[in-house]
């Protein structure tokens, strides 16, 4: 008979777990927490944004592609 | 076709936009501003449009597909996320926004000196100044890396990318972020090898692949984009696994 303590098997799980997570995907944006700051060049390449000094504002980020 | 969401994203930012409301539109255009930039200037977008050439995003916000929305508010909180078929022409996607923005909100006063906008060389010099305070951060050097290929210092940001892939073989974003450089400096060679090693790394991620094939058949994205050549292609890429 097995006789795995369940301690043991809640350490395995979570190592499973962290194995299992694709490699980069460390983070995930979740609803109700903050939006991860990032800056980006317009389209002409000579200025930036920087979505923190949106703030006060309502912002959406929509991505896309020309492709 | 994300792009033609953009006529229609311009409409509904012109109604929206009295209500403290803001479109930061992000093109994920390895090739630069420009292939996007006709298109948002064919739908006369007025909202601030920018690119991720190197791509650092998706990663920062876990999407391996476009088109994406993100709403923010006025606290910087995510109030909604849909990656992927994210459509202002899908009625239900448009009153999710909707819904949002039929809460009260009152303009802040922005305060002198915080407008959305800086040089790119401001933002590298940042860049570098935040990297620099904290040498082990990997995510701080990304981003430096990525800001300096903003500003055309694609040299600065190879080298910056070899630093952290010395550290991180596995980062798929310091992969990308480095074929974008070798692009840029017209090693393409390099660039495909560096994206295919991504690829093996996170095989679902489609913005890759996506520039894998520009980078393969550049006659079949620009000037025009085939439709029916990249349906073929999947296909062909399906039967194979």
């Not at chain 2, 539109?25 to 390895?30: G, H, L, P, R």
């Not at chain 2, 992927?84 to 809460?103: H, M, S, T």
């Not at chain 2, 909100?105 to 401001?122: I, K, L, W």
């Not at chain 2, 393409?188 to 890759?208: C, E, H, T, V, Y």
Request: charged residues 25%; glycine residues 6%; proline residues 6%.
């Amino acid at each position: 008979m097995l006789s795995v303590k369940l301690p043991t098997l809640m350490f395995l799980a979570a190592i499973w777990m962290v194995a299992m997570a694709p490699p980069g995907r460390a983070r995930e944006v979740e609803i109700g927490e903050p939006a991860p700051d990032f800056t980006v060049p317009s389209l002409d390449g000579k200025t930036a944004y920087r979505l923190s000094d949106f703030r006060g504002h309502r912002v959406l980020i929509f991505h896309w592609a020309s492709w | 076709m994300c792009r033609e969401q953009l006529p229609v994203w311009q409409k509904f930012y012109i109604q929206h936009h009295a209500e403290n409301f803001e479109i930061l539109s992000i093109s994920m255009d390895t090739q630069g501003g420009e292939v996007a930039r006709r298109f948002t200037e064919a739908a006369g977008v007025t909202f601030p449009a920018a690119v991720d050439r190197a791509q650092g995003l998706w990663e920062l916000y876990s999407f391996p597909v476009v088109p994406n929305g993100f709403f923010v508010d006025e606290q910087g909180i995510v109030r909604y996320a849909k990656i992927g078929g994210f459509d202002v022409r899908n009625p239900d996607d448009a009153a999710a926004i909707e819904r949002l923005l039929a809460r009260p909100s009152r303009p802040r006063v922005t305060p002198a000196g915080s407008e959305h906008t800086r040089t790119v060389e401001e933002a590298l010099r940042r860049a570098r100044e935040a990297a620099k305070r904290e040498p082990e951060n990997l995510d701080l050097r990304m981003s430096l890396a990525e800001r300096a290929i903003d500003a055309k210092q694609d040299a600065e940001g190879l080298r910056v990318f070899q630093s952290v892939l010395e550290k991180n073989p596995q980062s798929t974003r310091a992969l990308v972020g480095l074929a974008t450089a070798y692009l840029d400096l017209g090693q393409k060679d390099k660039a495909l090898a560096a994206l295919r090693q991504a690829s093996r790394l996170d095989p679902g991620n489609w913005i890759i692949h996506k520039q894998i094939w520009a980078i393969e058949h550049p006659e079949q994205f620009y000037p025009a984009i085939n439709g029916p050549w990249q349906d073929k292609q999947l296909e062909q890429e399906k039967a194979k696994k």
